[in-house]
């Protein structure tokens, strides 16, 4: 299949990019590196079924010939990003979905769409299945994200049902691994960076509240499987496991040798509780559950991390 990737040059789409390639699909890459990074697809120069086109996707998409598959990808996707860039988030979840949709009812592509756990916000039910319809403050600071993800998922399921199109979405939860950038204010990487700088390690809150932490080959390989599914609503791909804040941080600092403090700071507005995904529909269509323990992808993620700031 020919593909087209949207932000194959961030965390998750280059190692989509990888997948498919690996997959014997051809890919065409496309990314503006607001918030990608060229590194991420530098070993793929040269490659014969790789094609990469820098262009916002916010603006027209100009393309010829045919197309199999759009997994539309980009955007800020970390809160340091989308409160930075929140004109960008919106314009990309609004307006760039709207062109990958338009491109793929004109090719007859299957549109694929990363959407996210945000859409859950600070969720009152626990876990978050995916007819949870969630607890938003659309006018908060984080709101950019929530609703140019919400956006995407009603107007992607708009294009589904008027226009019958050929549709998929996927709702991400936490996921980490090699390719996160070092200051992109995630908590994995936050604290990785901090623990291997000897820099206080910052938690927010009393560090109670919990999260899941899916690593990003599993992550990858069920968003595969829901590409080639025939499932057009959306499904969430997590890892259930559940972890305290407190906990991942107390786990990051013994498996640097960090002698970092923990340093508490007050809790972001609308920063979630609790986020811990229902993959119920998952393991039923796809056969898909994690099988990376987080210990063990935390050992690849701080290699990767030592060789980056090492560098």
Known sequence: MKLL??????????????????????????????TGSERNLAHLAGHPRFEFRRHNVAEFIPWKGPLDGIFHFASPAS?????QLPIQTLKVGSLGTHNCLGLARATGARFFLA???????DPLVHPQPESYWGNV???????????????????????????????????I?????????????????????QALQGEPITIYGD???TRSFCYVSDLIDGIYRLFRSERSEPLNVGNPGEFTVGELAEL?????????????????QDDPRVRKPDITAARALLGWEPVVPLREGLVETIDYFRKVLGG
């Open 79 to 83: 809160p340091v990003d989308y409160l």
């Open 207 to 209: 560090g109670s509240q």
């Open 115 to 121: 959407s996210t756990s945000e859409v859950y916000g």
């Open 252 to 268: 990051v600092r013994g498996m640097t040798g960090s002698n970092s403090q923990l340093q508490y700071r007050p809790l972001p």
């Open 173 to 193: 939860f936490n996921t980490y691994g090699p390719r996160m950038r070092p200051h992109d204010g995630r908590v994995v990487s936050n604290f990785i960076v």
């Open 137 to 171: 403050n659309p006018i908060g600071v984080r709101g950019v994200y929530d609703e140019a993800k919400r956006f995407a998922e009603a107007i992607t399921m708009a294009y589904h049902r008027f226009h019958g199109l050929e549709t998929r979405i996927v709702r």
């Open 5 to 34: 990737v949207t932000g194959a040059a961030g965390f998750l789409g280059s190692h989509l990019t990888d997948r498919l390639l690996a997959e014997d699909h051809s890919v065409v890459g496309m990314d503006n590196f607001l």
